[in-house]
């Protein structure tokens, strides 16, 4: 990634960015896609998201740092969760006071269904452009993949 990019075209690939999630956003809603009858919030979602995102769960701790709460505003969070069975808590053997959280089959299968969702209408729009503009795609989320991976250990 080249360091001298314009914020000129910066600015202007995120406002195509955010035209491109404005037009995904009507066409979920017209078809009543399965977000509109999440059973979680999107707090709950980005927790979820989070955890499953993790191949050993993550300890409560993680989850606060990462969705940038506090351990009083995760623990009612990670309740829920658990509550309606999208998570499970275990208690690290050497210490009690950590608790390790991991998604349930019932909570991946929730997460599959609601990403499911917005992979039809993806499916469905991809499918209409032609051969080189379905590579051009392809690769314009490679370089992005490319550019976002050094983020991740955030």
Known sequence: MTTTTSS???DAALQAF???MAALQVARARRGEP????PMTVPQLRALSSIIASPSGRTS???ATLLGVGASAITPLVDRLVDH???ERHEDPR???IAHL???P???ETLERMLAGKGEVMREALSRLGTDELELVTLAFGVLRAAVQPLEGI
Request: charged share 30%; glycine share 8%.
């Open 106 to 108: 019932t909570g991946r």
């Open 102 to 104: 991991t998604a349930t």
């Open 8 to 10: 000129t075209s910066v």
């Open 61 to 63: 701790r993680e989850l």
């Open 85 to 87: 069975g999208f998570v």
């Open 18 to 20: 955010h035209q491109w």
């Open 35 to 38: 977000w509109s009858e999440c």
């Open 95 to 97: 210490d009690r006071r």
